[in-house]
């Protein structure tokens, strides 16, 4: 579950427009909270991938 708001609905919409979303926690050994995404059309084949790290401080 995600509690922001804004995060929920960045994960909402493509679900409700009929995309199947990834997501899953790849942090390795050096304890940096990591990330990784793929979404993909159902309809359509090709994947867009991504990973990254919160960054340091206030948004």
Do not use: I, N
Not at 11 to 40: D, F, I, K, N, T
């Amino acid at each position: 579950m995600v509690s922001d708001p804004h995060g929920r609905e960045v994960l909402v919409r493509p679900v409700a427009a009929g995309m199947e979303l990834g997501l899953a926690v790849v942090s390795g050994p050096y304890e940096l909270p990591v990330c990784a995404a793929c979404l993909w059309p159902e309809d359509h084949p090709v994947v867009f991938a991504g990973a990254g790290h919160p960054a340091p401080g206030p948004c």
